[in-house]
């Protein structure tokens, strides 16, 4: 029995691509957020260090200890928008 010719089916037209706008990182996110936790870092290690004179700011006294921190944590806050 003789085969049917088989028909070319049209091939299905794409809508024409939109560019995306970048998903990746702001150039300045990873330094940011890098640069807070270091800062945070080394404000606590030279508090820790100065001992007496309660470097970086003695009118501060122990309240040194919570910028440090402040610093850090705004750091680690900004890690929430690394993709």
């Known amino acids: 029995m003789p085969e049917s010719k088989s028909r070319k089916k049209p ?3 794409r809508p024409p691509s939109v560019p995306k706008p970048e998903s990746g990182n702001p150039r300045w996110l990873v330094p940011t957020m890098l640069g807070l936790m270091l800062v945070g870092l080394a404000w606590i290690v030279l508090f820790y260090l100065s001992g007496s004179a309660q470097l970086p700011i003695p009118a501060l006294g122990a309240w040194n200890l919570g910028v440090g921190f402040a610093f850090i944590i705004a750091g680690f ?3 929430t ?3």
């Open 81 to 83: 928008r690394w993709k």
């Open 11 to 13: 091939k299905p037209q």
């Open 77 to 79: 806050a900004l890690t």
